[in-house]
């Protein structure tokens, strides 16, 4: 795999900074005669504040994939470092931890929490980060998103288009180094799907963050810095390497 | 641990709880239920113990009473207690009343008064008069004896030599509860009026009591100390105001702790209901779990957070529960009427809800413990999946917080009994039911998986719904089999005792207990029964009352507390002296004497006592009989058959130490039914001191006790039942997706809702029959334990009426689960499998 150098806005810096390493990545789930492999050796690096796509059909790995960038999953092997912490030897509440501030997740069902309003949604990774005002912080989030008239809203007095954006907000709202985004318009509309990937475009030139999406539109590839195509558990494409 | 962190949980707890307590109904339900019911116990039973207190003088007739057995207080005595405060002297003993024409007798309490009585509250008559006294020749008597002697005001009765007028209906006896056990109504006439009756005399069985009313400073407990000092062996029985009626009062407390203790089972079946209650709600909250984790809430935090839900849930249910609790008692006592033997004031008690509350705070602990344990460990990454994580492992900190709330409880109801060993036993066999049953639901599902599968589909689906995974009928046989042992215990314990007390009793037993027999007129009297009925068999013994004083060289006078068990050292004893070994005793240790002993006086001793006491063959015993103390050796310990419905004594002396002493005797006489009122008639009328206890009747007072007992009991099992039902509820709404799913399945293949309806009616059939064979057999075992192995009586429960008992449970059981599978019918599969 290329190392490629950390980047930096200075022009002084020549290397550019890595915001995701993966070393020989596998995952296997089962034991035995029902082992299934789900991710057979990826190496990967994804410099910082770059956009990628992570193409590939369905049973592909690209979900599993994205789960151990994330630290939703560890991996059965290899290394995985993400914004200079080492995933691979962290355990599910060090994983949580280290996701503060440093990962933003956008999932294609919303995943909004019921019982709370679009503000407190937005506001519940700041206050579990402990960061100052976070309502405020919460407020200008919505707003940036175009839903500042929607704070007091609740997810199911939203619209599949609107309740993405919140979600969206959420996820960069602690400006989190790197955005994870699976198959964010796979439950909308096309014109709504648009939208939103203009808008999570837009916030990740804002934010400067390093934003991976899954997605199966190679329109919506093309869009990315980088594709990176995944086949049984492979990298079978890589247009950054 | 920082703060924040519990702020920050308590903060996301509140937002995601919002009032919306639908899926903590269960929880809800079950915690108010049974803490509810505890509340309710124990704010009745301290409510009755301090009215109890409260009008201690009242019920006492004053603020010390001395009472002697078969003697009045000497001349000594007497100034002694008048110099301590003003005094009022009453008598009484059974007698029977007698209608002038013979033509009718009745056991009667008779009681005579003197001019001060009562020295506290009122004695009334129906009239709305307070009276004190009658006039001499006057009698006022209770509703029950002009009843049952079909009376009139004006009309006249007779006891012994002497004749009344009835001049009043008893309304009100301030002091009747301290009286104790009466076995016949109430009579009260005048002192000067009773001894007309020439019933009192050397021997006679009667109770002479003195009650006192002291000056305003003075501590009756003193008093009485210090009258005791000054009349060591005047064999006083004393009582101050602070405690009028012992016997009634720890009925109440044994009671009440009993009732606690079936609360208490109730509430854990109710934890039951608690911990399926917040399983399911924690696995509605799978998505928002992981959606926590995602961003950044560790299983700490999600721990923190829904325990937060859960104990704000389960505090507002307790509250309400004791809210309810509290206020419970209003109702009992207006529903229970004169069955409670004092009507107490309404009141907040805090100490019982305070452990009510306590016991429904450590049930929900350990109940919601487990699945909350369970719910921090689902993966972030079961949102991508869709999976929820594995539900088994429960982390050891929350299995040491169940342990120590487990261990907590029982402190708690140790420490609150009056009798800790009685509330252990009780604990330690609940908590072997609930293993067992445990067990049992464990078998019960084992044995479905492993049961030829019936060829028809429908059976097939009922069959394996009772062992399919998430099936709850390991729970079910555990709450709902709890509640329905309990009922098939009591049913059996309740008829058998039912059937002794009604049946065998009248049987086995005598048809009368004759008192009071002048001993030289035995003979006559023997002569008597026999021309009124020649193949009647009588017994008679001689019989005296006294007091034990002293036992191994302990004055009894000095005890701080009575052994455990030794309930023979509480008041006055019947005695007995016999040349011979008694019918229905067996020498165990020791030596009988020798039929003409004449030498230092002995005594045999009942060997239970005589354990209680830690007396050994040669030790000291000393009786005080009219006043005389009698010290003597125990000579041997008898093993007495309790049962055989003969007279029965702790302790038999030999003819030489007791024959001189004044009595009277008493007798057994056991005869054809059709001949006994005739024999009741003329008896009373030749031998005017006698009073004739029917057994009849006796064995029919104490079946209304026991049945009055045996409904408070049951309304507080009952609770354990429907906390069983309210799992049953909960485990229906569970299984509502599965059985959703299997009923748009059948529906596609063609099956009709009756056809659905038939799974659901059999497979909840199936489980209420399996259930009714578990309770019938644990409660038909509990049941034959305390018959046999406790009271030592026949076992022989009425079978239609424990079968009954159960068939109601069972019933109600299938009802409700086909009740809960009817909105299962109307699922549309389309729409369903869309959802599903």
Known sequence: MNQKPAASSDDAMTEPHIAIAARNVTLSLGEGKARVDILRGIDLSIEAGKTVALLGPSGSGKSSLMAILSGLERASGGTVNIAGADFGTMNEDQLAVARRGRVGIVLQAFHLLPTMTALENVAVPLELDGQHQPFKVAAQELAAVGLGDRLGHYPTQLSGGEQQRVAIARAMASRPTIIFADEPTGNLDGATGEKIITLLFDRQKVTAATLLIITHDPELAKRCDRIIELRDGVIERDSGA | MKTSDFAKAWTIARRDLRGRFVGLRLLIVCLLLGVATLAAIGSLTNAITEELANRGQAILGGDLEIAVAQREATAAELAALKQTGTLSETLRMQAMARLPDGSDTQLVELKGVDAAYPLYGKFSLESGDAVSAPNPGDIYVTPALMQRLSLAIG??????????????????????????????????TSLASLRTTQLIQPGSLFESKYRLKLPEASDPGAVGDKLSEQFPNSAWEIKTRD??????????????????????????????GVGNGVASYLRGKQGAIATLKILGADSAMIFRIYLFQIMAVAVGAIALGLAIGALAPLAIIKIAGDVLPIKPEFAIYPLPLLVSALYGLLIAVIFALPPLSRAKTIPAAGIIRGEGGSWRQIDRQSLTGVGLAIAAIVALALGTANEPLFSASFIGAAAAILLLLTGLGALIRWLASKAPRPKHPLLRLALTSLHRPGAQTGQLVVALGLGLTLFATLAAIQTSLTNEIRSTVPRDAPSFFVLDIPVERADDFRAKVAET????????????RGTITEFGGQRVSELETL?????????????????????????????????????????????????????????????????????????????????????????????????????????????????????????????????????????????????????????????????????????????????????????????????????QAVEYALLAFLLSLVALGLGLFAGWFVITQIFEFTWQPDWGIVLLTLGIGAVATLGIGLLGSIPVLSAKPARALREL
Do not use: C
């Not at chain 2, 007779?158 to 002091?175: L, Q, R």
């Open chain 2, 155 to 188: 009309d006249k009765i007779a006891f012994g030599e002497a004749s009344f007028t009835v001049s009043g209906v008893i309304a009100d006896e301030p002091d009747r509860l301290s009286e104790g056990l009466s076995l016949g109504p109430v009579a009260i």
């Open chain 2, 243 to 272: 405690d009028g009626a012992p016997s009634t009062r720890r009925f109440i407390e044994r009671m009440g702790q009993f009732l606690t203790l079936v609360g208490l089972a109730s509430l854990v079946i109710a934890g039951i």
């Open chain 2, 533 to 544: 009925a020649s193949d009647a068999e009588i017994n008679i013994v001689p019989t005296l």
């Open chain 2, 563 to 759: 052994p455990e068990g030794a309930w023979v050292l509480r008041g006055d004893r019947g005695l007995t002296y016999s040349a011979t070994i008694p019918e229905g005793s067996e020498v165990v240790e020791g030596k009988w004497w020798s039929a003409d002993y004449d030498g230092p006086p002995l005594v045999s001793v009942d060997q239970e006592q005589g354990a209680a006491l830690g007396l050994k063959v040669g030790d000291s015993l000393t009786v005080s009989l009219l006043g005389v103390e009698i010290p003597a050796k125990v000579a041997s310990f008898r093993k007495v058959n309790w049962r055989n419905f003969g007279f029965n004594y702790v302790l038999v002396f030999p003819p030489s130490v007791l024959a001189n002493v004044p009595h009277n005797v008493a007798a057994t006489i056991q005869l054809d039914t059709a001949k006994e009122d005739t024999l009741l008639s003329i008896l009373p009328q030749q031998f005017p001191s006698i009073s004739m206890v029917k057994v009849k009747e006796i064995a029919a007072q104490i079946g209304d006790i026991l049945d009055q007992m045996a409904t408070a009991i049951a309304a507080a099992a009952s609770i354990a039942f429907f906390s069983g039902i309210a799992v049953l509820i909960g485990a229906i709404a569970a299984s509502r997706q599965a059985r959703v799913y299997d009923s748009v399945i059948l529906k596609l293949l063609g099956a009709t809702r009756s056809q659905i309806l038939t799974v």
